[in-house]
């Protein structure tokens, strides 16, 4: 009995940034893909969260590795080992991928407080912009971070949900453990849209940067050693790890509850934040869209700044800006201008009225698509001959890496040929 409170705390010690980023994948984005595949497709692809989950976990301790090892982030890796317009081009659809995803996010955010008191979603989504723009700039991002977890633990609902409402369990398992395949071009757009979700590049970019930061801060760089360490190694995966069970449990539970409210009830296809929210009436009642509305903003909350922040690393290392979101202000002006140009650029597309839920299924699927190079272009980092000796990850590893980003590919090509024959 005496040997747990410091097992417990020696575990809670472990987690940091692959903790926030598998929280950070969840995002509203993430929610509205999930519920979309379960109203969809019931729970025929419950299956993609067993699959992605060793492949996200495996980009995600790779990324983690290249930026505690090298002490910078994805695009100065990519710079040193690639051709400079190679790293411009991923910088560039990462910028690009990450605004839309922050407009989406953004309405999505408006639209669920809407739900709940009314009033223009509109003018909710610009107001939370602004607001995401003023606490990245004024507030170090592991404080803000610590505030607004709790707010993703609300997504523990739909855990509950799926356990207050009929469900056959043993279909579900079955659907879990046996993959069903269709050439059907909206069975492969969902796929791309729950891979891109899951395994996004926003992350790969994140985490590498938030691990360099730790590493040059650590006593790494005060006894000067260059390779990765084993107590690293081991410490980065058991945060990345936990991060992405906790990310990919949660996603697997939206699928099954909206397949066991929405789809049995013949609604097979989100229009709006209210059907989504629907999955949670079971269990929540009258306060369906309250709790709703609080996972949806709470993790809004939590990943805009992410999305910004991890555009602001790429940029400011592509042109050797200097940026950290512990910084203040006044000491990263150009990277912070980043941050606020992205995150009020995806605010301004919110006025489009693009429907919510439709731009953030078509975020996620954006996503699927620009993984594909980034992640082919990290594992290219640690398998090439100075990143083995760098890094010295693990040939499992960086096999895995491998297979996740040829696994990717392989899904988009699928939607391609689908959409055209």
């Known amino acids: 009995m ?12 472990a987690l940091g940034p692959g903790l926030i980023t598998g929280a950070a994948d969840d995002d509203p984005s993430g929610i509205a893909t999930y519920s979309q595949a379960g109203a969809q497709f019931g729970y025929g692809l419950t299956w993609t969260m067993f699959l992605t989950l060793p492949f996200m976990a495996a980009i995600q301790i790779i990324s ?25 081009g991923l910088v560039t659809l990462l910028v690009v991928a990450n605004t839309i995803n922050i407009a989406a996010d953004l309405a999505a955010m408006g639209d669920s407080l809407r739900l709940v008191i009314g009033g223009p979603s509109v003018a909710y989504a610009v107001a939370f912009g602004i607001a995401c723009v003023i606490a990245e700039v004024f507030i170090p991002y592991h404080r803000y ?9 609300v997504l523990f609902v739909y855990v509950a949900a799926a356990f207050s409402v009929d469900i056959p369990w043993s279909k579900v398992a079955f659907s879990t453990i046996v993959p069903t395949f269709s050439l059907d071009r909206d069975f492969w757009l969902t796929i791309v849209a729950v891979f891109g979700t899951t395994i996004s590049p ?20 005060k006894q ?66 309250a709790l709703f509305a609080s996972g949806i903003i709470g993790t809004g909350l939590l990943a805009v700044p992410v999305l910004a922040g991890s555009a602001a690393y790429a940029v400011a290392e592509a042109f050797g800006l200097r940026g950290s979101l512990e910084l203040p202000a006044n000491r990263a002006l150009g990277f912070y201008g980043i941050i606020s140009a992205a995150t009020l650029a995806g605010a301004a597309l919110v006025l489009t009225n693009v429907d919510p839920i439709a731009m953030l299924f078509w975020t996620a699927v954006i996503n699927g698509v620009v993984a594909v190079p980034i992640m082919f272009a990290m594992v290219f980092i640690v398998a090439s001959k100075r990143g083995i000796q760098l890094f010295q990850i693990p040939r499992w590893l ?7 980003a040829w696994l990717m590919g392989a899904t988009v090509l699928l939607l391609v040929w689908t959409s055209i024959f």
């Open 2 to 13: 005496a040997h747990r409170p410091s097992i417990l705390i020696k575990f809670l010690k």
């Open 64 to 88: 983690a590795c290249i930026g505690w090892g090298a002490q910078s982030g994805l695009t100065k890796n990519i710079a040193a080992q690639l051709p400079k317009p190679v790293m411009y």
């Open 145 to 153: 971070a610590g505030y607004l977890k709790f707010l993703t633990m």
């Open 202 to 221: 926003y992350l790969f970019f994140w985490q590498a940067s938030q691990e360099a930061e730790e590493s040059s801060l650590s006593h790494k760089r």
């Open 224 to 289: 000067g050693v260059q390779a990765l360490s084993h107590a690293a190694f081991n410490h980065i995966s058991v945060d990345t790890w936990s991060g992405m069970i906790f990310s990919n449990l949660i996603a697997y539970f939206i699928i099954v509850t909206t397949a066991a409210t929405l789809n049995t009830h013949g609604v097979t296809r989100i229009d709006t934040a209210a059907q989504a929210a629907e999955a949670l009436r079971p269990i929540a009642g009258n306060l369906t869209f």
């Open 398 to 404: 960086r096999i895995v890496g491998w297979l996740g």
